[in-house]
């Protein structure tokens, strides 16, 4: 049974950072993809970064490239998302997930639905 937990969340001020962590069990990370995602009040949940399972290929939406970055660690089955120079419309709740097959086009990997399984979130706020 996969198992995810997020980390790592709190409140900053802008431009800070955090990094939130992904802890998961039940799966081996070489055969899944790993995304984040993440779902501010009354919006849909979007995708923010994801890994391949096979190439380690990294795909970030275009509202945080270069300020956020995603990593595993394999030996710790720990998935991060290092995120700097936080913006207010960073805040929401952030969720790591997991899927066997996300499908050949790039597109897929910041969409929600090959996405299995799911963590309960963390909460990331971003005000002064």
């Known amino acids: 049974q996969v198992q995810l937990v997020e980390s790592g969340g709190g409140l900053v001020q802008p431009g800070g950072s955090l990094r939130l962590s992904c802890a998961t069990s039940?799966?081996?990370?070489?055969?899944?993809?790993v995304g984040w995602f993440r779902q501010a009040p009354g919006k849909e949940r979007e995708g923010v970064s994801s890994i391949s399972k096979h190439t380690g290929t990294t795909y970030y939406a275009d509202s945080v490239k270069g300020r956020f970055t995603l990593s595993k660690d394999k030996a710790k089955n720990e998935v991060y998302l290092q995120m700097n120079s936080l913006k207010p419309e960073d805040s929401a709740v952030y969720y790591c997930a997991t899927a066997l097959d996300v499908g050949t086009s790039s597109v897929y990997y910041l969409a929600t639905d090959p996405y299995d399984d799911w963590g309960q979130g963390t909460q990331v706020t971003v005000t002064s």
């Open positions: 039940g799966l081996d990370l070489d055969y899944y993809a």
